[in-house]
């Protein structure tokens, strides 16, 4: 069963140790080869710094909660440089553009999904802008041999695009499974 980055975003994090909350998923760290979820930013703020806590230290990931080890696992980011320098660079791939190193557009990445056992990510959901996705549904593209992740756009080889699959939802999807 994968897991989608955007229904684990606002779960709380529970400690199993001593068995209590301790803030919600922020978001989720990828590494900059889009490949492999690092950790989860747990808290975000001014005065305290961002708090990160990384894949090891992750017990489950559950319906309604991700469960640590302990508390102890949540840390300053500056205490996971490999976490830290992702946050650095600013790269979420969430919201950025897809493209092609042949300059084509292949949609914006609305979501990924992972393996909740491994943090492999698995592939990324992809949408053309409301109006595509309303008629046809998002589309996914498992992920590619090769990702470039930056500011404002995301490059894949021109053979990712052969790899997306045209999902059935949205209006064309309806009157499909209607005329089925």
Do not use: H
Request: aromatic residues 4%; proline residues 4%.
């Amino acid at each position: 069963m994968m897991a989608k980055a955007s229904e684990v975003i606002g779960r709380p994090v529970m400690v199993r140790e001593g068995g209590k909350e301790v803030g919600k998923i922020k978001d989720l760290v990828v590494d900059p080869s889009g490949r492999q979820v690092l950790g989860f930013v747990v808290a975000e703020g001014l005065l305290s710094g961002t708090k990160v806590a990384s894949w090891a230290a992750l017990q489950a990931i559950g319906p309604d909660s991700v469960v640590l080890n302990a508390a102890g696992s949540i840390v300053k980011a500056a205490q996971a440089p490999d976490i830290k320098s992702v946050l650095d660079k600013g790269t979420s791939i969430r919201g950025l553009k897809l493209q092609t190193t042949a300059g084509k557009e292949l949609g914006k990445v609305e979501d990924f999904e992972f393996d909740p056992q491994t943090g492999a990510v698995q592939g990324y959901e992809l949408s053309g802008g409301l109006f595509s996705d309303a008629l046809g549904g998002r589309s996914f593209l498992p992920t590619p041999m090769t990702l470039e992740l930056g500011k404002d756009v995301a490059f894949v080889g021109p053979e990712a695009e052969a790899t997306i699959q045209q999902s059935s939802g949205g209006i064309r999807g309806a009157f499909k499974r209607q005329s089925d």
